[in-house]
Each structure stands twice: as C-alpha cells, then as structure tokens.
C-alpha cells in the first residue's frame, strides 16, 4: 500500500476509533502515557472462559498515531488466544500501521507503541510472568527501539 493510503487509514481510524471505552468487569486494566507527546492510554482486556480475548478496549486521549495504534490493535486482538497476545509483536503492530512506509521518525514510533506497552504490561502482569530483556526494551523510552 502507498504511503497515502496508510495515511488516510490512520486519520480513519483516529477519528472514527474503534472498540472505544471501558470494560467495567476487566481482567487486564491498564494506564500508560507517553511524556514524550503527551499521549494517554486505558487499555481493558477481558477474557472468556478459554482466555480468548472476549472483549478488548481503550480509553485515552493522544496524537492520531498514538489513538490509532491503539484502535488497530484492539481489532486486530479481539478474539484471539492469551498465547498470541503474547506473541503479538511490535512488528505486527507497525507493520499493521504501516508506519515503514509512513517514515516515521523514533519519537512518532513511541506514539505508535504506547498501546502495546500497555498490552505487554498488562498481560505479563495478569500471567504473573518477567518482561523478557527485549520486551523491556521498548518500555525505555529513552533508548532507540528499532533494532528488532
Ligand atoms: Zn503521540
């Protein structure tokens, strides 16, 4: 897809947001901002009795990058296994956003990630389970993230 119609799909879905709002009864209820941008993120998880992802959504405010990342994400997670958020990956993220074709600079890349640093939180912490060394990576803000 060219660099346009990435463009167009991320101001659609930065305005039209989906899975908006929150989940009362959530398993994974997560807040994580972003200093660099000022981006503001709510992400709630519930799972049904397989742990498939039975209902996913955010609440926040943020930069259209940051709020359609976000969005992105809880389409493209819903209904999926616990095992596969965890395999879920900032490259799929990024390539779903298609932010290699965008050219987006790292501080814009921080944006786009701020969901997934919630998601990777959240459901680490629900599984009682480390953040492996390269998880943690891009929870530094202060690093680069893109040697992946
Ligand atoms: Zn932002």
Redesign the pocket.
């Known amino acids: 897809m060219s660099s346009e119609i990435y463009r167009d799909m991320i101001l659609d879905y930065y305005r039209h947001p989906r899975n908006y709002g929150s989940i009362e009864d959530a398993e994974i209820k997560v807040q994580e901002s ?1 200093p660099l ?3 503001d993120i709510e992400l709630y998880i519930k799972f049904d009795e397989e742990k498939n992802v039975k209902d996913i959504k955010f609440k926040g405010r ?2 259209a ?2 709020v359609a990342s976000a969005s992105l994400m809880t389409e493209l997670l819903k209904g999926k296994k616990l095992d596969d958020l965890l395999s879920f990956s900032k490259k799929d993220l990024l390539e779903a956003l298609g932010i290699e074709t965008l050219g987006l600079n790292p501080v ?1 890349i ?2 786009a990630l ?1 969901p997934y640093k919630a998601l990777k939180i959240g459901v680490y912490s629900h599984i009682g389970k480390k953040l492996s060394e390269e998880e943690k990576h891009i929870l530094d803000y202060e690093s680069e993230s893109q040697q992946d």
Do not use: A, E, H, V
Request: hydrophobic share 15%; with cysteine.
């Open positions: 972003n941008c000022g981006d943020g930069c990058i940051s814009r921080k944006c701020l």
